[in-house]
């Protein structure tokens, strides 16, 4: 991880904490990454246990990137992850803001909303970053509509970068500068 100091980190918000993916978050991890309507939004197929323990021990292993699993704060439960991920420290600038809410129940009650806020202050904060980009494929409207709302702004698109259910599908890059950083 890139920050070494938060391993012990707890960031609160109001329904959810944040805290550093651990290697304990392997049966969440596999559970979420074996759901194909979990990885289509990613542009990914399902992963296999083996393979979603080796992307787990990337992550855990990134010099360049911080990950936090998303805990619901009333039932303590794992819900998914958030991370500020290919970090350039000299540019003050995170290439890649990515989030996975596992849990489909949850989807579009606002728990990625406000991960993705807790993670941008982190980043804006903590990390004293300029900028924070992220892409999103064409077809995850949620996704867009949410990054828009906490002030990202579409920046471009990559037409036909990825395949999806057997589509080409565009990339739609995004980015926010820390003054555009909605208070």
């Known amino acids: 991880m890139l920050d070494r100091v938060a391993m012990g980190l707890v960031i609160g918000g109001e329904r959810i904490y944040l805290r550093p993916l651990h290697e304990s978050d392997l049966e969440d991890f596999y559970i ?7 990885t289509k939004f990613l542009g990914m197929k399902p992963l296999t246990r083996g393979k979603a323990r080796a992307l787990l021990r990337r992550l855990l292993n990134d010099p360049n990137g911080v990950y936090f699993t998303i805990i ?5 439960r794992t819900i998914g992850y958030v991370f500020l991920a290919d970090i350039l420290k000299s540019h003050k600038v995170a290439l890649e803001l ?3 809410i596992g849990d489909k129940d949850l989807w579009g009650q606002r728990y990625g909303s406000e991960a993705i806020k807790l993670t941008i202050g982190y980043g804006f904060k903590r990390l004293k970053l300029h900028r924070i980009q992220l892409i999103v494929l064409d077809f995850n409207k949620r996704a867009r509509h949410t990054y828009r709302k906490l002030g990202f702004v579409e920046e471009g698109v990559q037409r036909e970068t990825r395949i999806v259910g057997g589509r080409w599908h ?14």
């Open 98 to 100: 990515g989030i996975v």
């Open 32 to 38: 979420w990454y074996k759901d194909s309507q979990v």
């Open 72 to 76: 619901k704060k009333d039932e303590k």
């Open 170 to 183: 565009d990339v739609i890059m995004m980015g926010m500068l820390k003054k555009e950083r909605a208070k």
